[in-house]
Structures are given as C-alpha cells and as structure tokens.
C-alpha cells in the first residue's frame, strides 16, 4: 500500500476514537501505513490475530500493535503503542476500510457526460455514473451508488443504495441488487442460463425469461457469471461473498452469508444453505441441496445432496508423478483388488 | 419472469395456433405466465416432461397444461385447459421463444451513434449495432444481427444473419460466426493461442495468425474464450453450445451439435466429435481425439484419446474430510497395498 | 493463416536475411503462408522440429522447409529450399513474429478522439490508445504502448514500453506492469482481493490496499484475474506467461519465467517459484510454497508446499463410467480395505 507521508498520516489516537479499543501507550503516534508484522517498520501498524504467531511480536518494528488483552505486555515490551481488543482481526478490517474512506479519491458524483442512459431512469443525484456507461431504460440507481467505466446496465434493473460496480460491470435487463453490494470488473449478472430441450439431435433453446435477484451486503468477484433464471429468479440472499472466476447458473440458490473462493462453479437448481464455505475450484452438481453449515474442501466436487453440517473434501492427493502413475494404474483395478481380499478372506476364514 | 396484466396476455388458443399441439378445453383462457408445475397457479401454464413427475399435476393449480396423450385425462382432472403433444419439454422450449419474441423490446435497427465504425464495413440495413461498439474495417454484419452496448469486432471479422452479440462481447479479428448464433457477455472470440517456444528459460510467443471458424446455431456463454489457432483456425461446427467460463484452447476443433457445460476446459489442438456431451468443470487434454457421442461426466479428467461413444468419468467421490484423510494416504499407498495383496495370494497359493 | 498473394509474398532469401539458418536451394522462392508440414503446399513454408515426425518430410508439398541439419539432406529430396538451424521450433516461433509484424495493420499512433484521459497522465508520443478507453489520473504510458478499444486504466497506474493491451482489459488503481507485455481482452488486474473477518456469521470485508507489481515481457490471458494485494501488492515476475481464465488471488508470487495453461487457480500468498509450469486447471491452495522448476501436471490440486524440483500429479484417472463406479464405491471404503489386508497378513503371519 502507499505511504502516507508524516504530514498527512492520521493519529494513533484519532484510529481509537473512530474504531474503538483500549490504548496504551502514545496516541500522538503517526501511522503512515497498516503493515503485516514480520514488515512492519517505524511509522507502521500491524496486529496479531494468530496467538501462534505471538513470537513475531519480539522482533516487530511496527509503531503500534493491535493485540488481545493477553499479549498487551510483549506487544509493550517493543515500545510500541498497543491497541487492545477483543479480535484483532475484525479490528484489523475495520482498519482497513477506515484507512480506504480517508485515502481513495471518492467518486464523481452524478452521471458522466457520455454516459447513454435511457428513458424513465431514476438515478439517486447523489449516485455516481462513469465515463461510457450505458443504462436501459426503467433502471433504477439508488442512493450513492457508484457505476465505473463501461458498466453495463440492462433495462429494468435496479441497484440499491451505496452499491459499487468496478469498471465493466454487466449487469443485465431485469435483475436487482441491494444495498451496499460490490461487483468486481468483468462480472456479468444476468447472462442466460444454458437450457436446451434435445431434438432430434440438435438443441433447441430455451429462453431464460428468470432475472437474478440479489440481497444486500454481497460480493461478487472479478468475472464471476451469474445466469438468469429459466422462469423464477436465480436467488444470491444477503451477505454472500463471492470470489472471482465463479459460474453461477441459472435458478441456483445460495443462503445468506455464504462464502465461495475463486473458480468455484454451481450448477443449475442447486440449492445452497446459509453460512457455508466453499475452498477454490470446489464444484456443485445441479439439481441437489446443500444444509447450512457444510464446508466444502478446495477442487472437492459435491455430485449428492449434503443435508449435515460438516466439512467434506474429495480431491486426489498429488504426489510425485511416477508414484501417481502406479497408484492411478492401481486405481482403476481398485474393484478388483477387493474382490481379491474378499477372495483372501473366504479362503482363510471359509466358515464366516 | 414477469407477469402479463389479463388485458396483454395471449390466450391459450393462440399459443396452440402458432406452436400446434392438440386443445382439449377452453382455448380463451389467459395466460399470464409460464411457470414450473409445482408453482404454477392461475393464469399460468406448465409443462409435465417427466412422468414420474406425474403426481404433481394432482396439485397444480396451473390454468393450462402441457403434456402427453397418456396424461390428459389426469391433467384434465385438476380443470385445466390442455395441450397435448409428444413432447411437451420441446413445446415448452418453443413456448418460451415464442413469449420472448412476444414480450421483449426489439433492438432498434441501424447503427447507434456513438458507434465507432471502421472503413470498408459492411451492415445489413436490418442489423442493431449498441452504443459505444467498436467495429474494425473491413468487417461484414449480416441481416438482422444484433451487436449490443459496447461489443468489439475486429478488422475483418464475418458476423451471419441473426446472430446475437450481448453487451460487451469481443468478437476479434478475422473471425467468422454463421447464422442464428448467440454470444453472451464477456465472451472473448479470437485471443491469442497460448504457443511459445522454449529458449534458455525463457519463453519466445508465437504469434497466432489463424482465427476463429464458427459455424451455424452456435450459442457461447458469459466469459467463455475461444482462442484463435496458431496457424490454421479454431473450428467450432454447427449447432453447437457452450456455456459460461469455458476456455476452448487454439486450433480444437468441435464436432456438430456437442453441448458443454460451465467451466470446461478444452486444451490446444484437441479433435473432439459431434453430439458430445460435457458436464461442467470436465477438462480435456490437448493433442487427443474424442469420438461422437462420447459422454463426459461432470469435474473428469480426459487425458487420452476416447475412441468409444459411452460415458466416461474420473472424479474423486467427497466424503467427510475425516474419511477422506484417511483413504486420501492409503490411496498414496495404493500400489504398495496391491503388492502386499499380491503377496498373500502367493503365499496362500503358491503354485498359482 | 491468410495466405499472401504471389506479388507481396517475401522471398524466403529475405527471411533468412533477417532470421539467421543457413539456405539451402532456392533463396528465391517465394513464401506466401506458413504452415504445419502435414497440410503444406506449394508457396508454403514449414518446419520439423521433433525429430520422430521425420516421416511427414517423406510426403509434404512445401516449398520451404525449416530443419536441423540432420534432416537436410531428407529435406533436399522433396525438392524443396531448406533452413538448416538448431533450433527449428525457436525458428518457427521467430518467424510467426517477422510474419505479424509484416503483415498486421499497425495501430494508430496518439489517442483517439473518443478516448477519456484523466489528469496529469503521461502517455508516450509513440503510444496508441483505442476508442472508447478510459484513462484515470496520474497514469504513465511508456514508448510504443499499445491499448486497445475499451479498455480502461485506473489512477496512478504504469504502463511500460511496448507492452500491448487487447480491447476490453481492465488494468486498475496502482497497478505497474513493465516492457513488452501482453494482456488479452477481459484480463482484469487488480480487482479487490478476496478478504474477510468474520464476525458474528457475517463477513467484513477486509479493503484491499496493495496492488499488482507486473514484470517485464509477461503475457495474461483473455479473462484472466489477477488481484490486488491486501496490504502489500500481488507480484508477477519477468518472463511469466499465463493462460486464459486464470485466477491469481492477492498477495501471490509468481517467480520469473514461470508458465501456467488455462482455467488454473492460484489462492492467497501462496509463493510460486521461477521456471514452473503448470497444467490446465491445477489449482494451487494458497499460503504454501513450490519451488524453482516444479512441473505441476493438469488438472491437479497442490495442497502443501513443493520444496523439491519435479512433476508432481493428482487427477483422478477417467474411465467408463461403469467402472468409475465401482472403483469409486471401493475408494470410499479404502481405509477399511487397508485393514482388511492388514489382518490378512497378521492372521498370515502371526508373529511379524
């Protein structure tokens, strides 16, 4: 991140006042940045969120620390000024955005004369739209909500209040965000579903007359699709967090607060509880469902409902290339190899 | 999807005179909606593809039903009108073009101003060009085609009659797409093939100087990539569908009328054939060959030539992660487990 | 590849004037295409690089030939002008690049009307930026940079010599790439990195306020991500080339030279050495470490650091389905299996 130069940098003491926390030692320190704690240097913040990594505190340059209770007098013993809170973590993340409101040039407000936006459009006057923007006609944009450059917005679409769409955003006819959302560069929402009644042969369209409707609070990463329904809405509720890379397809539904890493894919119809995870590349059959609660391990591929909490994983363990190729060759005689125990077992116990 | 008002909505009788079907009931009734079976209601028709389905059309409370001669008498039970047809998935598909050609804004015909067109280009009078879409020299759009907000079409490019271009699409130079075709936002037709030649640990680009061969029918979805081939073009037969986040590799080449789900992957030089199917996230290896109709399932690896119609899978089945761990390192051990079973068998039998 | 006409073919005695290689025969003939030797004809030139492909030279039309001098004289027979040099695929890849820069339309020098330009930018006399692109605040733009339609540039970012973007790449707020790079349309580089604490079953967003730090002579995929750091910047060294529909998280390190195929994901902070390469879809979990020269094959999952040089897989092997079946059945009991051998044996052998 950019320093900020001592003249500019904010007070120890004014991050208390605006985030909370207990202070120990000099608030009238300057932080010119939020750094990670084995880099952080004079002039910089770091917390430890870890209690493993409790040993980094002993050797830290930072300024100030943000720590728990139970590590105020090693994060003392550097010298450094200490912030104490319950989860430096959420301290840590609050900081951040603290740091991103008074650094980041806000947003022009209003709509960019090259914009092309259509007709009965209601557009908050405190929104912002960006250069080439194109907005169909019956949107409507909600209060400070801030389009970049190149958005796309289809007819009848309408976004809530103090949402943010990177440049290249699309986000197509019909579908509906709520509050305080992010969509990321290259994020298409509303592209259609892949629906094809067979024909002799061949496919025959069906159109996606669905949209996406989305809760407040949620992010949808870089690229990351969502597809329209077929007839209902595909369904993103409140709180989830998207990462990039991600298909969404049409009619899926995903409960509130669940989280998806990078290039995870979900077929059509499934249904996804609240509060669950998903590690990078995991991926969703259609058509089945999914409880709350359940994490799903990295490049794991749910291919059956899951109705209980619980962590599941099904990824090949990689290993050298000469083993994977002897164990891979084993594998594909794997029923065989236990018709041989089996076989084994009769002959050596015949009477059970 | 929206709901027509009764005052706009067709009436049954008009639907069985433009998409045929046999009426069995009241063809002035109104229909305001297609909906899936189990929600449907009045003013709705539904369609019951599945017979084992069948006993939801003891509950509906749709006003019109789609299904065949061996469900009339049931559908006619709950009161609906109803059409009967051999198969009511295809009625249903053909129900949603014909309300979508019905319902939608056409696009307006000609060339939106803020367009930036190239010399030597040439547009059917009936084609829609967006705003802010970029169109090189020398590039041909055919009649009817659609090239929404801010698509890019390189010099040379061939655009067939009807085809479909959603916001954002960038459509590269030299390529060529047939008829009737469909590209959804973000797609990236005609990018650099990956290809470099090794040298001292560096990599030397070879620059691609095919492109991109499409044909007929052709449907790609949001941020799906074709690359252009090295050399000869990446060929991409009639009929054929793809879904979103696909990656096509330079110079493949897809059979007629192949379907493939979300997240593919398709490595360089690999010859696939026709009526394939792929589930979503399945990757195929470059420099193989894939016979017609081959079948691959969801997440499987293909890493040979598949000279056999038939389904193939290679997917790790999930597991609660304890039991995943545990058969994750026997599996590590697999080979060793095999000659310890090996060595059983020979001292159990040892004149075998 | 568009064949030339006769009259403004370049003769191959030309080429070898620029180029290098060592003539043999006809300096005078005349190269209108270059193509595989297995489709070649007549004004065409090929290459043989691997040497068990010798037999194609047995029956191939080409006019020119490019070959390592132990297939000269084969070469000779066939009649046609032979390159002899030691390398004929780095020849090849040369000549694809003295072939581009003939025959490609050059782009515009200056910026185009159409184009929106921030303040205090420094953009390079020399440089080319398309319609339709948006240009932010404080940017450099070095010699000879070419950007392409649409594409969009964000605050304070650096664009160095020669390096070229396709239409539609996003290149955001901070992000510094060097000389002679290349990003395909949809590459969107510093999107937020995908960070949260979690609070109360919610998620905070953690602001991403690092960038992305882009080397010399890299190459980035169409539709590639590649994100912002958290705190300090994602970095991408000298020479690394990255593939279509890529996902690199924030605070990755990808060392130089370092290639990676299509639809690979890369997780948080995970630090990839010089000189890998990775095949089409391994993802790679995040805060793990891989060495210099790691060769991860497609497909495969990297779960825990690789501290030794090597080719590494984990992919499950496809089959038919029938037999995947049955395979995976027994893998899920494998564990047990293990044990039943394990009592084999100790039934087998009592005391060991």
Chains 1, 2, 3 share one sequence.
Request: some cysteine; charged content about 20%; glycine content about 12%.
């Amino acid at each position: 991140m950019r320093r900020l130069s001592a003249a500019t940098a904010p007070r120890l003491a004014q991050i208390v006042a605006d985030l909370g926390g207990e202070l120990h030692g000099d608030g009238a320190v300057c932080i010119q940045a939020i750094a990670a704690l084995e880099h952080a240097g004079v002039g910089d913040i770091a917390f430890l969120a870890n209690p493993k990594l409790r040993a980094q505190l002993a050797t830290t340059q930072a300024s100030a620390l943000i720590v728990r209770a139970d590590c105020l007098a090693l994060a003392q013993e550097r010298g450094a000024a200490v912030i104490v809170t319950p989860d430096p973590y959420l301290y840590f993340a609050r900081l951040t955005r603290w740091w991103a409101a008074r650094t980041r040039k806000p947003a022009a407000v209003g709509v960019h004369p090259t914009a092309v936006v259509g007709e009965r459009v209601q557009i908050h006057p405190s929104a912002s739209i960006g250069p080439y923007a194109v907005i169909g006609d019956d949107v409507v944009i909600g209060e400070g909500a801030i389009l970049g450059a190149q958005v796309c917005v289809g007819d009848m679409a309408e976004i809530g209040a103090f949402t943010r769409f990177a440049p290249g955003v699309r986000f197509l006819e019909g579908c509906r965000i709520g509050a305080r959302g992010l969509l990321e560069s290259g994020a298409i929402i509303g592209g259609d579903g892949f629906g094809f009644a067979p024909h002799q042969g061949t496919w025959e369209k069906i159109e996606q007359l669905g949209a996406v409707w989305i809760g407040d609070d949620v992010e949808i990463g870089a690229n990351t699709c969502v597809d329209r329904g077929a007839l209902d809405d595909t369904f993103i509720d409140d709180g989830v967090k998207l990462d990039n890379q991600i298909q969404i397809a049409h009619n899926v539904h995903i409960g509130k607060h669940t989280a998806m890493a990078g290039c995870v894919g979900v077929a059509g119809s499934a249904k996804i509880g609240a509060h669950c995870t998903f590690g990078g590349a995991a991926m969703i059959l259609g058509h089945l469902e999914i409880a709350d609660h359940v994490h799903i391990s990295s490049a794991s591929v749910v291919m059956r409902s899951l109705l209980k909490p619980g962590v599941y994983t099904g990824a090949f363990p990689i290993d050298e290339n000469s083993n994977w190729e002897k164990n891979a060759a084993t594998l594909r005689q794997l029923h065989t190899l236990r018709n041989r125990v089996r076989a084994l077992e009769k002959q050596q116990n015949p009477t059970s």
